[in-house]
């Protein structure tokens, strides 16, 4: 298992976020416009700081390297549900790092007390749907048609996890 911890998302990780914004894995399987916006990363950070229904993440090693980004968003606590999304920038790559970031997340989202918690599967992320898979995450079903990326919709695969 990769030593990974969870850090709030913040401007001192702006600059490792941005350069994994434009790896074409990225590109592929996430709804990050592309090319990104010089300042995608920082709109991010904003984003996330400001937003009380979503927390944003960086994935860090022990070390301090930036891993990659995790998050929770659409909390609702009333309805004790929300999304989980995870992106490992590509040196962190088949190391078990997003395995290990999705664990963190789901916990995270226990703790708040969340019962429903969802994951939206770009269609043919085989990788991503492993790890899904490790972290306990069923498919429930295809979302069709669900994101418009370069004039193209792609479909995602909804997993879920109930606790």
Known sequence: MAD???EPLAEQHGAALQA???DPLIAEFTPI???PAPDQAA????AYAEAPDREGYAAVGDDGEFLGFGMLGGIDV???ECMLGYMTAPAARGRGVATEVLRL????ALQL???RLELRISAGNVASEKVAMRNGYQQEGVLRSLHLR???RGDATLWSRIS
Do not use: F, K, N, Y
């Not at 709109?43 to 904003?46: F, G, N, P, T, Y």
């Open 43 to 46: 709109r991010m950070v904003a």
């Open 20 to 22: 994994m914004l434009v």
């Open 113 to 115: 007390g969340m019962v």
């Open 33 to 35: 416009p592309q090319p």
């Open 78 to 80: 009333t309805a004790a």
């Open 4 to 6: 990974v911890r969870l």
């Open 105 to 108: 997340l789901t916990e995270r």
């Open 150 to 152: 370069d004039g193209i």
